[in-house]
């Protein structure tokens, strides 16, 4: 007995050697929790792109905040594709807006009603002073006790007046629908629904309470502008632990869980220190605006976790400029004005002015107006340019001055009691001064009729456009050819960019590659609607053919651009087309390019005479 007892004594020494020695191996798995709680993108005020900022919040296995993570810890991946990270800190001055939940059902008579109003209590007095807080409570009906404040004392005050309804039953999914509803009329931002209960939802009788579902309340917290994450808490051994924490998990909140009603101040006091341990990362998107999927990973000390959300990025403000003339430039006679438009937004009308004067409007593309200046004074004028959209609402403006420059006055015929030439001494020099002067006055008056005649060119051209003029060129469509030895040509008559407007991109390959990345034969990089790789001209039999890309996503699946391609208002779609002079081809939804046939292409052939007999597509029907 003596050696056995012996025997186990170093057995336990060496178990707690080991326990010592390995305490990560034999206590517990080092693990980490990252919820993504928020995301909100804002466009740029510099570019062409969105402010994509996250809220989310890291925990250890134990549920205390990680509080050390830098932007190499974690990875970023929108719509597959992975992103740069611009920075990630604490949270530090951002304000948070909270529902608080409270159930008031029969159960939570006694101990459970009195240790939530202290919980709660407790809670609200720990927020910042620019916190927003309102308080609900819940049982057969939905109450609001308060509505958003920032007056803590007056929340506490009448948190401190609930009571429980007796016999009354547990409509659940109803008030946290509701909460839900109620955070999306604040600012966006930090939001928050924190929902406390100790039951399951149902009558006192049994049956559900709510007309809602657990499916209906998940839907709505993650969708839309109503996505908000819900702090669950649950109290009590009746409360469905596997609902509320799918609510916590999938809406980006967390579920706690206590089965004393005395350890609710201990649930509140975490509940706050997750809350003030949140991180915000940003990064920058260039995708368009509309829904979009985002995946963020953590890497703390070999410890690995994945958090996915859904997120809207809306639609990018719109842009105006003066294209036509410039800021400060001297104008006479007739002129055209002309103005470019970006952004996401349905422009409806461009209105212009002169000295706050409406002098016309355009209502489609190209944006421009012709003015005849001859019936203004010399001097300057303030040009208006003002886009609509629906609803006659103001999108954009931009404003310019130009000069109009003094007429030249006409030539003043003799009178009759100016001298006679036969007055003035007749010289050689005086003849000489004489005939110089005459042939300036010819000259100038030459000068002004083909001047004249110029611009009644241009004016003409402006009021009957047969096709839009290359900016870089000068030349109507009729006059623009691609290179001899090109198969046909693109010209860049809409972009983001306003540099491509006018640019000519000449198809010499059998293959030519269009799209935002820098690895296409004809590259947008500043078009961000413009998929990476978007679309490809293949030379067949003579003919110009166009049709998207299909590029393979991060898990493999094959997936065409975005925003689509147009050929004549045409969607492509999974067709291939044959390009013909004067067809519109639209990459996503604002650049906009005309083709023109190369003298060495077929102008007149169809689409099935251009197909290989043996190709599989011949029979496709127009």
Partial sequence: MHKISVQRVSFFGAVLILLFLFPSQTLAQNTVDLAVQYVEGTPKTDAVAYDVKVFLSVIDSAGNPIRDLK???FTVAEDSQKVAIDSVDLVKNEPISIVLLIDTSGSMAGPGIENARKAATSFVSGLDANDLVSVLTFDNTVKTVIDFSKDHKAVTDDIALINSTEGAGTCLYDAAYQAVKMTATVPAGRRAVVLLTDGVDEKLGGGACSTHTEDNLVELATSGNTRVPIFTLGMGGKV????????????GGRYLYSTNPNQLDALFLRLSEQLRSQYVLHYTSLAGSGAHGLAISVDYLSAKDTDTRNFLLPAMPTHMSFTSPTDGQEVSGKAQFAVSLSGG???QSVVFQINGQVIGSVNTTPYQLGIDFGSYP???LTVKAIAYGAGNVELANTSITVKVAASIPATPAPSSNQPSLRTLTIGGGVLALLLIVAGVVVFTVVQRRREEHRRDQEWNRAQNPVEPASPAEDRTMDSWEPSPDALGSLLVEASDDPTMIGHRFDITGS??????SADNDFPFPK??????????????????FLSEVES??????????????????RKVGEESILLQTGDVI??????????????TASQERTYDSLMPDDDPEKTREE
């Fill in 511 to 516: 293959m030519t590659k269009l799209g935002r």
């Fill in 586 to 599: 639209q990459l996503g939804k604002r650049v906009r390019l005309r083709y023109q046939a190369g003298r």
């Fill in 378 to 380: 010399a001097g300057n």
């Fill in 240 to 251: 469905n632990q596997a609902g509320l924490n799918r609510i916590g998990s999938d809406t």
């Fill in 345 to 347: 937004q349905t422009v």
């Fill in 552 to 569: 393979p996503d991060s898990s493999g699946q094959v997936k065409r651009p975005t925003y689509s391609t147009f050929v004549n208002d």
């Fill in 71 to 73: 932007a190499e810890n």
């Fill in 527 to 544: 078009d961000s609607p413009v998929s990476r790789h978007h679309a490809e001209i293949r030379e067949k039999n003579g003919g110009l």
